[in-house]
């Protein structure tokens, strides 16, 4: 936790879960190499990690906790892996240079704010896995064109979702 001098790690595979804030404002931290033994990404485990601008979840990872990612603005891209469950509450928040979100079917609950402030993001697909969707996970995303989501979600009002973008229902 705020190692501002700490620039690369690897977690081994002994590690199945990494605690709470563990690398929490480590803002030279720019390079990750995670076992693919890791079940569990917590709380706030990579918050303003503002070096960081790409990051390979393992396939093994079956949830990201609430603002696991939150305040990572060097962050392009996320590919999350078919075996994730739940993107927590404000996982990705204000991760400003976020283009692109590959979201699996395996993905059932999408928190609060999720991808609020992602101001590069520009389109992203909701899979029809996903049964739950919080308030406000788009609030924010200014460049967002093209949200494709499942026709049973009703109240699109409630996700921060802009009049101007296209909405297209799967």
Same mark, same amino acid.
């Given at each position: 936790? =705020?190692?501002?001098?700490?620039?690369?790690? $690897?977690?081994?595979?002994? !590690?199945?879960?990494?605690?709470?804030?563990?690398?929490?404002?480590?803002?030279?931290?720019?390079?990750? #190499?995670?076992?693919?033994?890791?079940?569990?990404?917590?709380?706030?485990?990579?918050?303003?990690?503002?070096?960081?601008?790409?990051?390979? *979840?393992?396939?093994? !990872?079956?949830?990201?906790?609430?603002?696991?990612?939150?305040?990572?603005?060097?962050?392009?891209?996320?590919? *999350?892996? #078919?075996?994730?469950?739940? *993107?927590? =509450?404000?996982?990705?928040?204000?991760?400003?240079?976020?283009?692109?979100?590959?979201?699996?079917?395996?993905?059932?609950?999408?928190?609060?704010?999720?991808? =609020?402030?992602?101001?590069?993001?520009?389109?992203?697909?909701?899979?029809?896995?996903?049964?739950?969707?919080?308030?406000?996970?788009?609030?924010?995303?200014?460049?967002? $064109?093209? !949200? #494709?989501?499942?026709?049973?979600?009703?109240? *699109?009002?409630?996700?921060?979702?802009?009049? #101007?973008?296209? !909405?297209?229902?799967?």
């Amino acid at each position: 936790k =705020e190692c501002t001098s700490l620039t690369q790690i $690897t977690i081994p595979p002994s !590690v199945t879960s990494i605690g709470q804030n563990a690398f929490l404002g480590c803002s030279s931290l720019s390079q990750i #190499s995670i076992a693919s033994s890791l079940t569990e990404i917590s709380e706030g485990t990579f918050s303003g990690c503002i070096m960081l601008s790409n990051i390979t *979840i393992p396939s093994t !990872v079956e949830s990201i906790g609430n603002y696991a990612f939150s305040g990572c603005s060097s962050l392009t891209q996320i590919i *999350i892996p #078919s075996s994730v469950r739940s *993107i927590g =509450e404000g996982s990705f928040f204000f991760c400003a240079l976020l283009e692109k979100v590959t979201i699996p079917l395996s993905v059932a609950i999408i928190g609060e704010a999720a991808f =609020e402030k992602c101001t590069g993001l520009k389109k992203i697909k909701i899979p029809p896995s996903v049964t739950e969707m919080k308030d406000n996970v788009f609030k924010g995303c200014t460049s967002l $064109t093209d !949200v #494709s989501i499942p026709s049973s979600f009703r109240q *699109i009002r409630k996700l921060g979702i802009r009049k #101007s973008v296209h !909405v297209v229902r799967i």
